[in-house]
Structures are given as C-alpha cells and as structure tokens.
C-alpha cells in the first residue's frame, strides 16, 4: 500500500458500527465504501450488511481484496475513480462510506454530488478521517517507520478543503449533519450526513 496510512487508524467494529447503527438498519443497508483499499473495512463491516461495495483507483488492491472475499454473494469491489461518474445505480445506496480516502480525492464537490446520486433517499453519507491530534503523534516520526513518505501538511490542507466542503453542503440543504466530528476512543473524527429531498 503506498499510502502508510493504511497501516495506521483502528477502524475496528465498535468505531464503524456503533455510530453507523444509529442512523440505519445495517443489516438491511446496501452500502457503499469509496477508496475500499485492501478490503480492511470490508472485512469489518461486510457480515453486517446485506450488501457491500468497494471501490478503489488502485487494480492492484482490488485485486488482492477479491481475493480475500472471492465467494463471498454480498460483496464486491469495483475498479474506479471516485471523483468520475460512480458505476453505481440513482437512489440504490443506503450508506456510502469513506474511511480514509477523502482527503484523496481532488474534487470533493463532484464526489459529494456522486454521493446524492448514488444515495436513497435518507441515505447516509459517513466520512472517517483520523483527528488532527492522531495524525500529528501517529507522524511524528518517533511512532511510525513508515512516517518519512508522509506529508503531514498537506494532508492538514487537504483536510481543511474537506471542511470547507462540509459547509457548503450545509448551506447548501443538500444533507443534514448528524454528527460532526464526534471522537471515539479519543482519536476518530466522524461526520455523518443524510441526504435531504
Ligand atoms: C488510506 S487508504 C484507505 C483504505 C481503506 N478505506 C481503509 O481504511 O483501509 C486510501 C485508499 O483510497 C484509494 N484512492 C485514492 N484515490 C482514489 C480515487 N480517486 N478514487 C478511488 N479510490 C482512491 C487508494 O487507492 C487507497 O486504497
């Protein structure tokens, strides 16, 4: 994985579950991760579903997670950019999902308006990202071998476009806020937003 990222952030059940749940059925969700990496997330939160889907900009990942869940009937990883035309159907999703994968994206309002594609009606829109704090000490180069390929700066700017976007949406009344950077276990940031008519 050539982002190091990947090898850090404890995104186990209690973090994407619990506040996942609040707001939806799970167990009914058709759900939808954009930059699904390896398939760590999957792994995660694929028995809870009815039905996941991945997508990641890298064949190579993709590839290695199909073959992690090769049989697997409910889940399923797609080849694709997340900031193109999504090869997702209108209105199909009730959960889309980025853990990590935001900052990466160049566009992020293409990727919002994808998301009120893609998203029911009420469909949940939920963005992790690890909190500055955790970035700062996990990049520190005192905790992580792998920290001298990462730019904790730019990934702070990128963070603040994801901010600024945030906004926009509200002002916007494309989605409600259901939660904004809530912190679990200390170190997590969480925005969930659903899809407004
Ligand atoms: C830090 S990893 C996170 C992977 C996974 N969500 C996890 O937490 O284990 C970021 C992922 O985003 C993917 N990615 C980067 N740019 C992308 C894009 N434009 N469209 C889709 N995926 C992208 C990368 O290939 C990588 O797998």
Redesign the pocket.
Known sequence: ?E?P??MH?D?NKDILLKPLGRYVSLEQSSLL??????G??ARVLSPHVNRYVG????DE?VQMARREFFGRTNVDFIV????STLPIREESVDVMLY???LH??HDHQAAFSEARRVLRLAGVLALFEPSEKEVGEAWSGMLNPFSGSFNPTSYQRKMEDVRRMNSFLESQSLFDVLERNTEYRGNKVLMVLRKKS
Do not use: H, T
Not at 33 to 38: A, T
Not at 55 to 58: E, F, K, Q, W
């Open positions: 994985m982002n990222l990947i952030g995104f991760e954009i930059g699904s990496g390896n760590r997330i997508i990641d900009i890298s990942l694709a950019d997340g900031n853990v990590m994968a990466f994206l």
